[in-house]
């Protein structure tokens, strides 16, 4: 059995300043060594042993971390959870019971999140809320409504805090009594717009404020399609409303898409140019038409009650009769289906034995393969 892991923000963000180690990496390297003081210490030789990690890389990251630049790095993240402390926050790791369990699974989760507030286990059951910076008063009015019904049946509403139809998200289901996450791209010291400032002290006093981004980041446009990944990661299920083709909300979509979570849609006149993209959705069988939030307990019901009923900090336990290496697969999978990549990056196996042993599993009836190499219990 894996010991548990080492890693405190603080070497988290040091290793984060290494050329070469990015998102995934810097995952792999703490999977592999379970204590980031061994990382510290760790030859060329011995990185070799990550996933991910070739010789240049390895070359890379010792040659940093017996030079001056090291220091450097030091510096950058005492500096950093200074100023994370300054206004009450915190980091959250991956490895933390606390982590958004449904965003652990989907192919690349950040290996830590900078959060004002608090995430609550009752957070896993979430629905995303997402669409155009400039509603109609239709638009507004679809996401006050489904936010209120959703808080209702508490269910964690989650958005970006972007002006539009994610200010109206929040601020509908807070007035409902519920929670809300708002998930930005930018640092969690840096509030935009500016004007939902106050809405976003509100959003963590009953919920929180995340970003994967530094303090003091600003909101470049580059930073929200990766911010989106982790709005729909988050989530069980992606509303849009009122989006063009063109708008980010179709991005938020095809992540949830991709990530194995269902998408819904509201329909809205065909003459009005900014809701072309959700009507398109629904035509081309990618969203469920949705005109009530009832309609989205009813689709997310099953789970629901699953993660109503169980710890989510426990994996399942395993059936009999099983093989070490399809128990190791088996450890990661829930009843949301997982990319073969993840499940492989999680385990330790390569891609190829990792397919093996699933499709052994899947022969065995304990899981099931659905599109895109992605795995799930049965």
């Not at 030789?45 to 001056?68: K, P």
Request: with cysteine; glycine share 8%.
């Amino acid at each position: 059995m894996d010991r548990p892991v080492h890693a405190p923000p603080r070497d988290l963000l040091i290793l984060s300043r290494i050329p070469r180690v990015g998102l995934h990496r810097l995952r792999f390297l703490v999977e592999t060594f379970r204590d980031t003081d061994r990382i510290f210490r760790a030859s060329p030789r011995e990185l070799l042993s990550a996933n991910g990690v070739d010789r240049t890389t390895a070359a890379t990251i010792a040659s940093f971390l017996r030079s001056g630049k090291v220091q450097e790095a030091e510096r950058f993240s005492q500096e950093q959870l200074k100023r994370l402390g300054a206004i009450g926050g915190k980091v959250l790791t991956f490895w933390d019971e606390s982590y958004p369990p449904l965003l652990r699974r989907i192919h690349d989760p950040p290996p830590y999140l900078f959060v004002r507030g608090e995430v609550l286990p009752c957070d896993a059951t979430s629905c995303a809320i997402v669409g155009t910076r400039s509603p109609s008063a239709y638009g507004a009015a679809v996401a006050e409504k489904f936010a209120d019904g959703l808080a209702r049946h508490r269910i964690t509403v989650v958005s970006g805090l972007a002006r539009g139809i994610d200010t109206h998200a929040h601020h509908a289901a807070l007035c409902a009594g519920g929670r809300t996450i708002a998930v930005i791209g930018s640092g969690v010291d840096v509030i935009y717009p500016g004007e939902n400032a106050q809405l976003a002290r509100k959003i963590m006093e009953r919920g929180a404020i995340m970003s994967e981004f530094e303090m003091g980041a600003k909101p470049d446009a580059v930073n929200f399609p990766r911010r989106n990944r982790i709005v729909s990661g988050m989530a069980l299920g992606t509303l849009v409303v009122e989006t063009r083709v063109e708008g980010g909300a179709m991005i938020t979509a095809a992540l949830a898409l991709d990530q194995g979570r269902e998408v819904f849609a509201v329909p809205s006149a065909i003459s009005a140019r900014e809701a072309s993209g959700t009507n398109r959705l629904i035509k081309e069988g990618r969203a469920l038409l949705t005109e009530s939030p009832d309609d989205i307990v009813r689709e997310l019901a099953p789970r629901l009650t699953t993660l109503a009923g169980e710890s989510l900090s426990s994996a399942p336990v395993a059936p009999s009769g099983l093989s070490l290496f399809e128990q190791r697969c088996l450890e990661f999978l829930g009843n949301e289906p997982m990319h073969i990549d993840l499940i492989a990056d999680l385990s330790g196996l390569s891609a190829v034995d990792a397919m093996v042993h699933l499709l052994s599993l899947e022969v065995k009836g304990v899981i099931r393969q659905v599109a895109g190499k992605r795995f799930l219990r049965i």
